[in-house]
């Protein structure tokens, strides 16, 4: 079963940055895909940011395009979200998320394994 720990949330302006980590343990081998979701309060689940574990195409959601920007350390099994030049409307609870076949589109919330979530809180 993987094991999924994001870190690396907090309160920032707007403008400001932020850099989450999410750190995969036990059975990375199954990983195929990461990736970073969001939910702001009453509001749906969305993603934000993908990739493949192994190499491969980079997924953004049009909202963060050229704001964030997702990268990975194999060798420490984590993924991270560099986010710039946030706004107030990405405040939001962020999760990891990952899966083993990556299918069901470029965002589904139907991956197997996803972390608690890190808080990120952008004022104006």
């Known amino acids: 079963q993987v094991q999924l720990v994001e870190s690396g949330g907090g309160s920032v302006q707007a403008g400001g940055s932020l850099r989450l980590s999410c750190a995969a343990s036990e059975a990375t081998y199954r990983i195929n895909c990461m990736g970073w979701f969001r939910q702001a309060p009453g509001q749906e689940r969305e993603g934000v940011a993908r990739?493949?574990?192994?190499?491969?195409?980079?997924y953004y959601a049009n909202s963060v395009k050229g704001r964030f920007t997702i990268t990975q350390d194999n060798a420490k099994a984590t993924v991270y979200l560099q986010m710039n030049s946030l706004k107030p409307e990405d405040t939001a609870m962020y999760s990891c998320a990952a899966d083993e076949s990556c299918r069901g589109g470029t965002f589904s919330l139907s991956w197997k394994y996803w972390g608690q979530g890190t808080q990120v809180t952008v004022s104006s």
């Open positions: 990739l493949y574990y192994r190499g491969g195409m980079i």
